[in-house]
């Protein structure tokens, strides 16, 4: 199992502002994602975070709006650029370990754009 | 787009069986099923997960088809803390571990 930490849980930003939202696992871990969970919706994916190369996105994101770090196996980072009431939303990082399959999840982070 | 479609909704009495459809009819023979569910608030969490036999561990068992296009995911003893919404996902056995969620069936245990 993975133990996840994303801060900061929530946030209340100003439109046009950026949020760098973190993830700390607690062990190396070889494969991390971002993923984007809208009021009332299920989870859609925004993108693979790669160790010491640019992220993989999924249709519809696109690195300028969503810059992603991952300098090591264990820590990530999402950006969300440029803030509209339309990024409102729960953000959550999520983890697959070494030699597993199954996909760990962090609490979130419940962000509202005004 | 996921593979997977579910009922948007159902309902179970505490202490009865919840058994909770999915419909995967373009899976293919490289594919596991999977099964999380997110209780409100927090990030999904694994259930169970088979490729062709029936499955069984402390939390649910999961039955799938023996032409693999449909599973149900059964909670045996549903409690008011199963309550969540439940996620069937299609994911290939290697290759890429994306899990593309669907839109999921609440599921709501009634006292």
């Known amino acids: 199992s993975a133990v996840i930490s994303q801060k900061p849980s929530r946030d209340i930003c100003q439109r046009g502002t950026s949020l760098t939202i973190q993830c700390q696992v607690d062990s190396q871990v070889t494969m991390m994602f971002w993923y984007r969970q809208q009021p009332g919706q299920s989870l859609t994916l925004i993108a693979t975070a790669n160790q010491g190369s640019e992220a993989t996105y999924e249709s519809g994101f696109v690195i300028d709006k969503f810059p992603i770090s991952r300098p090591n196996l264990t820590f990530s980072t999402l950006t969300v650029s440029n803030m509209s009431p339309e990024d409102s939303s729960i953000y959550l990082c999520s983890v697959v370990t070494f030699g597993g399959e199954k996909l760990f999840f962090g609490s979130g982070t419940q962000l509202s754009v005004l | 787009d996921a593979k997977t479609t579910q009922p948007p909704s159902m309902d179970c009495a505490e202490g009865r069986a919840a058994n909770l459809p999915c419909n995967h009819s373009t899976i293919s023979g490289n594919e596991y099923v999977y099964w999380y569910r997110q209780i409100h608030s927090q990030g999904p969490q694994y259930i169970i997960h088979?490729?062709?036999n029936n499955e069984t561990n402390e939390m649910a068992s999961l039955i799938i088809t023996e032409d693999r296009k449909s599973s149900t995911l059964i909670l045996p003893h549903a409690t008011l803390r199963d309550t969540a919404v439940y996620y069937c996902i299609v994911r290939p056995t290697s290759g890429t571990y994306k899990y593309i969620f669907g839109t999921g069936t609440r599921l709501k245990v009634l006292a």
């Open positions: 088979g490729l062709k």
